[in-house]
């Protein structure tokens, strides 16, 4: 009686020894290659990269406040109305 998962996994297992012990030096070489290509590609961000969004032109608002231009204090405009004195204003030497 032949059981069909056993006598299936017996013949891969054939298979590989074999394959190992003629090309082994050749895959020895690719998986080193591919396992540094892995390890870089996993310090690059691997499958949680982020995909870079383009550039897209977004309106942008401004907001603009209105003051009133305040009036002059009312000391200026006192000075402004009183005459100005000589004596003060004149500079003598």
Request: proline share 6%.
């Amino acid at each position: 009686m032949i059981y069909a998962p056993l006598f299936y996994l017996e013949s891969v297992c054939h298979f590989l020894n074999r394959v190992i012990q003629e090309q082994g030096d050749r895959l020895f070489v690719l998986l080193v290659y591919g396992a540094v290509f892995v390890i870089g590609w996993i310090w690059g961000g691997g499958l949680w990269r982020r995909k870079r969004q383009r550039w897209q032109a977004r309106p942008r608002v401004i907001s603009v406040m209105w003051r009133d231009t305040p009036s002059f204090p009312s000391r200026m405009k006192e000075r402004e109305q009183e005459p100005p004195d000589d004596d003060e204003t004149s500079f003598s030497a």
